[in-house]
């Protein structure tokens, strides 16, 4: 008996779903944001949050307007409408070719050549106050504008139209040769505008033709609304946005290899059935509603699946490994360092072997949290010290094969004679942490605290320098401090304390209020209250 029928069984006569087998995607709706996890066989591998109303930069196109242009920088800089002006770099200011993840063919079947120009003939293409058509690849980070390209391309379910660029190519990760062919003949007959070209998306592998020109059709139809609205206002303005997470979980995720889509919205869900019922009645019977009241428990969807415990448990500085070792990841402004330890791994008496074993967990995992915590840029691995070549490349091979599955171009270099691995990936928008979380207005980043003996030693300079001024009315003073940072000074420092009242004959009086944080303290006046500065 197929083991899909026995699974259905089991789950009838349980009255329990396994979620531990197969691929799913995971909706979380509610009235401030909407939540998607993608899982495999239970385990959490990718999880995106999308704020209700906050606009959907990436891949909305703007007509926007050259404000000021940068030679050194060999950019200029667009406005597109929001507060600061959008990147444009000389290279990305013209249809650019296609790069190295497709196979770039024209409609006979020959190689394109590519076109070129040089960076001296950017000004006189676009000059300041001229109109210009974008489309945003990279969202504002930190203190950055936007990033965009003139390269626009719309992308479908099974293809990229590039309404610019006549060009045509064929995703490289399909690598069947037959395969490869068939999509080539359905290029060379599709009936495509002039100057528009084309990609074959990984998906497009096993459609027909049908399907092929249909999703063409939709394409051609959102770019001449675009059109549209580029001509019929001034700049800026947006003339097309980006899907919500909704729209672009059914055009992106919705692929064969998911077995089953859950929403516990059901306005939402419908929505979905919709848009998948467009692709086929078996993509639509995929999707399904889940109600927490019908399911027994009352659970939340996320609850019932396993899934925020994952993401409670993933988003910590520190994430175990199966084995008993640990990584500790640390997000910074110029890199994200990630450092891997042995920790409780036990398991071998090889050190060698033990050590590996550590590694390659850790190299999968790493793989799996850039994802989950979408961090890019650069990112530096520390691995266990191995001093067997093989050792170092089977870990390589490892993280390699790890990051394919990531929509985000990711590159890496072997590891280094000092244990290390670099690898860039692209940085689409702010990472999950910057997202989520905000500055801690206690320690300003610094994730430390000073400690007890270090606000004693700060308190009894700063009580020196008033003391030592010689006035009469700093001589009597109230100090208030932190409850653990008084504990120190009644019993440790005591004498010192005493040692400066004798000294310069004043009269300090101690106070704590638990609402002070450990690095604040405040000394005044004991007769009116007044604070006194430094």
């Known amino acids: 008996m197929p083991l899909g029928i026995?699974?259905?069984?089991?789950?009838?006569?349980?009255?329990?779903k396994d979620f531990s087998s197969g691929t799913r995607i995971v909706i979380n709706c509610e009235k401030l944001e909407n939540r998607v996890a993608l899982l495999e066989n239970g385990m959490l591998e990718e999880y995106s949050i999308e704020?209700?109303?906050?606009?959907?930069?990436v891949g909305s196109v703007f007509k926007g307007r050259v404000k000021n242009i940068e030679q050194g920088l060999k950019a200029m800089f667009v406005?597109?409408?929001?507060?600061?002006?959008?990147?444009?770099?000389?290279?990305?200011?013209?249809?650019?070719?296609?790069?190295?993840?497709?196979?770039?063919?024209?409609?006979?079947?020959?190689?394109?050549?590519?076109?070129?120009i040089q960076a001296k003939d950017i000004p006189s293409l676009y000059p300041v106050g001229s109109e210009i058509m974008v489309q945003v690849t990279k969202g504002p980070i930190g203190n950055k504008g936007p990033r965009v390209t003139t390269n626009i391309s719309l992308a479908g379910r099974l293809l990229v139209l590039m309404p610019?660029?006549?060009?045509?190519?064929?995703?490289?990760?399909?690598?069947?040769?037959?395969?490869?062919?068939?999509?080539?003949?359905?290029?060379?007959?599709?009936?495509?505008?002039?100057?528009?070209?084309?990609?074959?998306?990984?998906?497009?592998?096993?459609?027909?033709?049908?399907?092929?020109?249909?999703?063409?059709?939709?394409?051609?139809?959102?770019?001449?609304?675009?059109?549209?609205?580029?001509?019929?206002?001034?700049?800026?303005?947006?003339?097309?946005?980006?899907?919500?997470?909704?729209?672009?979980?059914?055009?992106?995720?919705?692929?064969?290899?998911?077995?089953?889509?859950?929403?516990?919205?059901?306005?939402?869900?419908?929505?979905?059935?919709?848009?998948?019922?467009q692709i086929s009645r078996r993509a639509r019977r995929r999707i399904s509603y889940y109600n927490s009241a019908t399911t027994g428990t009352g659970a939340a969807i996320f609850d019932q699946y396993g899934i925020q415990k994952q993401i409670d448990n993933a988003f910590y500085r520190q994430v175990w490994l199966p084995c008993g070792g640990y990584i500790v990841?640390?997000?910074?402004?110029?890199?994200?360092?990630?450092?891997?330890?042995?920790?409780?791994?036990?398991?071998?008496?090889?050190?060698?072997?033990?050590?590996?074993?550590?590694?390659?967990?850790?190299?999968?995992?790493?793989?799996?949290?850039?994802?989950?915590?979408?961090?890019g840029g650069l990112v530096v691995v520390?691995?266990?010290?191995?001093?067997?070549?093989?050792?170092?490349?089977?870990?390589?091979?490892?993280?390699?094969?790890?990051?394919?599955?990531?929509?985000?171009?990711?590159?890496?270099?072997?590891?280094?004679?000092?244990?290390?691995?670099?690898?860039?990936?692209?940085?689409?928008?702010e990472s999950l942490d910057t997202t989520t979380m905000e500055p801690c207005p206690y320690c300003k980043g610094h994730a430390q605290v000073k400690t007890t003996l270090t606000m004693s030693v700060e308190l009894q300079r700063r009580l020196t320098s008033i003391l030592g001024k010689g006035k009469p009315e700093q001589k009597n003073l109230l100090v208030v401090v932190h409850p653990e940072v008084?504990?120190?000074?009644?019993?440790?420092?005591?004498?010192?304390?005493?040692?400066?009242?004798?000294?310069?004959?004043?009269?300090?009086?101690?106070?704590?209020d638990p609402n002070f944080h450990r690095e604040q303290f405040v000394v005044a006046n004991a007769q009116n209250g007044e604070e006194i500065r430094p």
């Open 6 to 16: 026995v699974k259905r069984i089991k789950e009838f006569i349980t009255g329990k």
């Open 51 to 57: 704020r209700v109303g906050a606009q959907s930069l």
């Open 79 to 116: 406005d597109i409408g929001f507060e600061k002006n959008a990147f444009l770099h000389f290279w990305d200011a013209i249809p650019a070719a296609l790069d190295g993840g497709l196979e770039e063919i024209n409609r006979g079947g020959s190689a394109k050549k590519r076109k070129t």
């Open 164 to 277: 610019l660029n006549e060009v045509f190519g064929i995703s490289r990760k399909v690598d069947d040769p037959k395969e490869r062919a068939r999509l080539r003949r359905i290029i060379e007959n599709l009936d495509l505008p002039e100057g528009m070209g084309l990609i074959m998306r990984t998906e497009a592998s096993g459609k027909r033709a049908r399907h092929i020109v249909r999703d063409l059709s939709l394409l051609v139809e959102q770019w001449n609304e675009i059109v549209e609205q580029r001509d019929g206002h001034k700049a800026p303005v947006c003339c097309f946005q980006e899907p919500d997470v909704i729209e672009r979980t059914v055009r992106d995720f919705l692929t064969e290899d998911v077995d089953e889509v859950v929403c516990d919205n059901q306005e939402m869900t419908e929505r979905m059935q919709e848009m998948a019922a």
């Open 329 to 375: 990841i640390d997000q910074t402004e110029a890199l994200v360092s990630i450092d891997v330890n042995t920790g409780r791994n036990k398991g071998s008496k090889d050190v060698d072997k033990l050590i590996l074993e550590t590694n390659l967990e850790a190299a999968a995992e790493v793989a799996r949290q850039l994802r989950l915590r979408n961090m």
């Open 382 to 429: 520390d691995f266990i010290d191995m001093k067997p070549r093989r050792d170092q490349q089977a870990v390589y091979k490892m993280m390699v094969d790890r990051v394919k599955r990531d929509k985000a171009k990711t590159q890496i270099l072997p590891i280094s004679q000092f244990g290390l691995m670099e690898m860039t990936r692209q940085r689409l928008n």
């Open 486 to 512: 008084l504990t120190r000074l009644r019993t440790e420092d005591g004498e010192l304390l005493s040692e400066l009242e004798r000294r310069y004959e004043a009269r300090l009086t101690f106070r704590s």
